[in-house]
């Protein structure tokens, strides 16, 4: 913006307008006129048309001095934006620049392709692979597993969420048994489900034991099969014979002598023996699904879970990095607009003045001659009235 506006020092001759401002000149010429005033001799300008002159002179010297100041203002305020615009802009840029290029980098050292860690996920991911291809190509076949996918909605799979329904059956089962032997509704239900649990348990151990039989390569392996089969039937059995007893101890006593009247099996009342084939019915289906659950040899599944374990691990890495770039990108697109909205506002205002400093010589000389046009006129007004009230020539 100007420092000064040198429009002001001649507003005078902007707001000049003839017939009405020359009266006074008219009238000054006929005041000299009646006294003869110049003299006819005379070939120069007469003292009032002198004043006239010397006075649109002094206002011209005026002018041009706020007009410098005017122009040395304008240079002083683009240089000044200029510094501004490089400042805010091309300064602040490149420091942007280097704090995304930073940022970058300690992303690509965190989780990029190139970091320590994807290193290690990559190394790990080929070893996963390579040992479940070779045993893959080893047994000619693909994993035979059952309810093994977790579901779209869960995180657990079939399998999983079947062994907990069969607990809490088993729950349902057993709740009179250890409601009436540890006295409560809360220690009843606590108690059933527990062992409700336990016999799931050795369910899945031993369909896992019946399944993987044949290809136990190693002696603690074979000993576990051979023994663990045989052990884990014998207990499952001998628990829950134990619990139909309780059960039968549990009825009343009329009840208990007219269920034996009527004859028993395996020592058992009907109740009994009834809760006996149910505890022992869910134990066998448990190991049915168990032994369809998982594949025949101990390391494929292993294998395989490795696997996908390490390719969730590098897809999850790839996500957190790819995310992160994303992040980063999004607030330097967002900053570097901010910066150059300011820039463009800087760089409209000095252009703004660059178009002001170019247009004041014209400004100059369209004002000059409107001063001419004005001192003519007053001149002419003063000649006019001085000519029409002398007697002299």
Request: glycine residues 6%; aromatic residues 10%.
């Given at each position: 913006?100007?420092?000064?506006?040198?429009?002001d020092?001649?507003?005078?001759?902007?707001?000049?307008?003839?017939?009405r401002?020359?009266?006074?000149?008219?009238?000054?010429?006929?005041?000299?006129?009646?006294?003869?005033?110049?003299?006819?001799?005379?070939t120069?300008?007469?003292?009032?048309?002198?004043?006239?002159?010397?006075?649109?002179?002094?206002?011209v010297?005026?002018?041009?001095?706020?007009?410098?100041?005017?122009?040395?203002?304008?240079?002083?305020?683009?240089?000044?934006?200029?510094?501004?615009?490089?400042?805010e802009?091309?300064?602040?840029?490149r420091?942007?620049?280097?704090h995304?290029?930073?940022?970058?980098?300690?992303?690509n050292?965190?989780?990029?392709?190139?970091s320590?860690?994807?290193?290690?996920?990559?190394?790990?991911?080929?070893?996963?692979?390579?040992?479940?291809?070779?045993?893959?190509?080893?047994?000619?076949?693909e994993?035979?597993?059952?309810?093994?996918?977790?579901?779209?909605?869960?995180?657990?799979?079939?399998?999983?969420?079947?062994?907990?329904?069969?607990?809490?059956?088993?729950?349902?089962?057993?709740?009179?048994?250890?409601?009436?032997?540890?006295?409560?509704?809360?220690p009843?239900?606590?108690?059933?489900?527990?062992?409700?649990?336990?016999?799931?348990?050795?369910?899945?151990?031993?369909?896992?034991?019946?399944?993987?039989?044949?290809?136990?390569?190693?002696p603690?392996?074979?000993?576990?099969?051979?023994?663990?089969?045989?052990?884990?039937?014998?207990?499952?059995?001998?628990?829950?014979y134990?619990?139909?007893?309780?059960r039968?101890?549990?009825l009343?006593?009329?009840?208990?002598?007219?269920?034996?009247?009527?004859?028993?099996?395996?020592?058992?009342s009907?109740?009994?023996?009834?809760?006996?084939?149910?505890?022992?019915?869910?134990?066998?289906?448990?190991?049915?699904?168990?032994?369809?659950?998982?594949?025949?040899?101990?390391?494929?599944?292993?294998?395989?879970?490795?696997?996908?374990?390490?390719?969730?691990?590098?897809?999850?890495?790839?996500d957190?990095?790819?995310?992160?770039?994303?992040?980063?990108?999004?607030?330097?697109?967002?900053?570097?607009?901010?910066?150059?909205?300011?820039?463009?506002?800087?760089?409209?205002?000095?252009?703004?003045?660059?178009?002001?400093?170019?247009?004041?010589?014209s400004?100059?000389?369209?004002?000059i001659?409107?001063?001419?046009?004005?001192?003519?006129?007053?001149?002419l007004?003063?000649?006019?009235?001085?000519?029409?009230?002398?007697?002299?020539?």
């Amino acid at each position: 913006m100007p420092v000064s506006d040198h429009r002001d020092v001649l507003s005078y001759y902007s707001n000049f307008l003839a017939p009405r401002d020359t009266r006074a000149d008219y009238a000054q010429g006929e005041l000299d006129g009646q006294s003869n005033r110049p003299r006819s001799v005379e070939t120069s300008l007469s003292g009032y048309e002198l004043d006239i002159v010397n006075q649109a002179r002094a206002d011209v010297s005026r002018f041009r001095l706020h007009l410098h100041i005017d122009q040395y203002g304008s240079s002083a305020t683009i240089i000044a934006r200029r510094q501004l615009r490089y400042e805010e802009y091309e300064s602040d840029l490149r420091n942007l620049s280097q704090h995304h290029d930073s940022r970058v980098s300690v992303a690509n050292k965190e989780c990029g392709p190139g970091s320590s860690l994807a290193k290690r996920q990559q190394e790990a991911l080929f070893e996963a692979e390579h040992g479940y291809n070779d045993l893959r190509r080893e047994l000619g076949r693909e994993p035979e597993l059952h309810w093994a996918q977790p579901l779209p909605f869960l995180r657990l799979s079939a399998y999983t969420l079947i062994l907990i329904a069969m607990s809490f059956f088993e729950l349902f089962i057993n709740k009179g048994v250890f409601k009436a032997v540890l006295g409560g509704l809360i220690p009843g239900y606590s108690g059933a489900f527990i062992m409700g649990l336990a016999i799931v348990f050795f369910a899945h151990l031993l369909g896992i034991f019946i399944r993987q039989r044949k290809i136990q390569r190693r002696p603690m392996e074979k000993l576990r099969t051979w023994v663990g089969i045989p052990l884990i039937i014998v207990l499952v059995l001998f628990i829950v014979y134990e619990m139909s007893l309780l059960r039968a101890g549990t009825l009343p006593q009329g009840a208990a002598e007219s269920e034996m009247d009527g004859g028993s099996v395996l020592g058992l009342s009907h109740t009994a023996f009834l809760l006996f084939l149910l505890n022992f019915g869910v134990f066998v289906a448990g190991t049915w699904l168990s032994y369809m659950r998982h594949d025949p040899h101990p390391d494929y599944e292993r294998l395989l879970v490795r696997m996908g374990q390490a390719q969730q691990l590098e897809a999850e890495r790839r996500d957190k990095f790819d995310l992160l770039l994303a992040e980063i990108e999004e607030e330097y697109r967002r900053k570097r607009s901010n910066l150059a909205a300011r820039a463009d506002r800087i760089q409209r205002e000095i252009d703004e003045d660059l178009a002001h400093a170019d247009g004041l010589p014209s400004r100059e000389e369209a004002e000059i001659q409107k001063v001419i046009a004005v001192v003519s006129q007053r001149v002419l007004a003063y000649q006019s009235g001085n000519e029409r009230s002398r007697d002299a020539a």
